[in-house]
């Protein structure tokens, strides 16, 4: 997976575009601007979790969520809820997106789509 | 009064350098003779039926229209429509050209002191990269074709109704070896331009950017960056193998560079960054005038960070013909030939002496 160095990626073809997770996101208090996101990474570079779990990588939760891939969203279940809401994404992102917010609000929306 | 500095310039290229280079030499008082191939003044803009210019969205008219406006009614602009440059001679100062107007209509000879050469740009014609289906597949458009429909209001495919899912594909002809390896710099402003005013017309429309670099220039970023935030333009990094017909859609085949996985996604609609390359017209002055033409076939200035003087005496030249650029640069490069021309003209008037 880019930005998740030294996984496997199995073969997949992406069929469709789904953005209503997308949609969910914004609505959530700390996902709104989620749409600003260009996917620069600067977020997951400044990331210490990230830094020990190639896992986790919030420039890639970000992105899979607002093209509503459904097999990376899938993965994401593990791994998202490990943001220990540092602020460093926060910092350091140059449009003002909130990652850690983000990837608070696409965890609520995961937990509740499961529930 | 028979000096160089009296002696008309002769400008070749009726687009927007060339008026604004015709337009400023008269407002000096010198006699201009414009010279466009083809039947309208106005160069691409007005060709293509230009709406709103990046960055701000202002309406091209207030650009071209008090342009087109002035050259038309000055008296000392002489405008040879449907016309070209058959052949050049004599010294600088007081070259000998011969104008001849296009399906045999005949030749008149002028004596002019500097010549400006704005000959502009063409689209990259994107039936040459089989891969996009464009000429072959319905609802292929180049953002040429799409400016017309969008000054018309009205955005449509094959079966006249408005698309609800498209895609831009960025870098069609360009940064390409197979075809042409530079960048066109506007191409990037222009489409997501485009999209802003797409998602205005049709406002349940899903728009898809397929890029492989972003690079609107400069204040242009701001166009990006609201088309993301206000418009919710979507962004897939990556490159279009395939753009196949199935019936009903069309069927994109790239990959999504961000996730390292294939898409095979359709869509109603595909509009293609065309990019820019120098037109026949660009070959044929430099044939006829003697200037050189660099690897990319533009016309290479004397040195290549000053555009304005071309590789002989009292040519200059101005805008796309010498490399990719927006109308405000093409608008300023037109001034700075009049000026060079200007220049010229008052150095060699006591030498020449006609």
Redesign the interface.
């Known amino acids: 997976m880019s930005g998740r160095w030294g996984l496997i990626v199995l073969p997949r073809t992406i069929n469709d575009f789904d953005h209503s997770l997308l949609e969910m996101v914004k609505a959530h208090p700390k996902g709104g601007h989620v749409g600003n996101c260009w996917q620069c990474g600067n977020c997951t570079a400044a990331c210490p979790v990230a830094e020990k779990n190639p896992t986790f990588n919030p420039r890639y939760f970000i992105y899979a969520a607002k093209m509503g891939y459904e097999q990376e969203v899938k993965k994401m279940k593990e791994s998202i809820y490990l943001c220990t809401s540092c602020g460093r994404c926060t910092e350091v992102c140059p449009k003002g997106v909130d990652p850690s917010g983000v990837m608070e609000a696409i965890g609520t929306m995961i937990r509740k789509a499961r529930s | 009064m028979t000096m160089a500095e009296n002696l008309p310039v002769l400008v070749v290229g009726g687009g927007p350098s060339g008026l604004k280079a015709a337009l400023d030499l008269a407002e000096l008082d010198t006699k201009v003779i414009l010279v466009e191939k083809r039947g309208e003044l106005g160069g691409a803009p007005i060709r293509w039926k230009y709406k709103l210019l990046a960055p701000e969205l202002r309406p091209s008219e207030e650009v071209m229209g008090p342009l087109l406006s002035s050259v038309e009614s000055n008296p000392l602009v002489s405008v040879h429509k449907d016309s070209f440059v058959d052949a050049c001679d004599g010294p600088a100062g007081n070259f000998r050209v011969v104008i001849g107007k296009n399906e045999g209509g005949g030749f008149v000879e002028r004596r002019v002191s500097s010549i400006v050469v704005a000959t502009g740009f063409e689209h990259f014609d994107a039936r040459v990269d089989p891969r996009y289906s464009y000429g072959r597949a319905p609802n292929v458009i180049g953002i040429n074709e799409l400016e017309g429909m969008l000054k018309e209001g009205r955005v449509v495919g094959h079966d006249g109704k408005a698309p609800k899912r498209v895609a831009f594909i960025f870098c069609v002809g360009s940064r390409d070896r197979a075809t042409n390896p530079w960048c066109c710099t506007v191409c990037c402003g222009v489409s997501i331009k485009q999209a802003i005013e797409m998602k205005e017309l049709i406002k349940d429309v ?1 728009l ?1 950017m397929i890029y492989m670099d ?1 690079r609107t220039m400069g204040q242009w970023e701001k166009l ?2 609201d088309s ?2 206000k418009y ?1 333009i ?4 990556g490159r279009v193998a395939e753009v196949y017909w199935t019936g009903e859609k069309l069927l994109v085949k790239g990959e ?10 359709l869509f109603d609609m595909v509009v293609l960054a065309v990019g820019i390359e120098p037109g026949p017209g660009t070959k044929k002055i430099a044939g006829t005038l003697g200037l050189q033409l660099n690897e990319n076939g533009f016309l290479a200035p004397r040195h290549p960070n000053i555009h304005t003087e071309s590789t002989r005496e009292g040519i200059f030249l101005a805008g796309c013909c010498v490399t990719p650029m927006s109308i405000e640069e093409s608008l300023a490069e037109g001034s700075a030939a009049a000026m060079a021309a200007t220049k010229f003209a008052r150095k060699v008037a006591p030498k020449v002496g006609v």
Do not use: H
């Open positions: 899903q898809y972003i990006y960056w993301m935030e919710g979507n962004y897939i990094r999504d560079t961000l996730v390292r996985g294939p898409f095979e996604v």
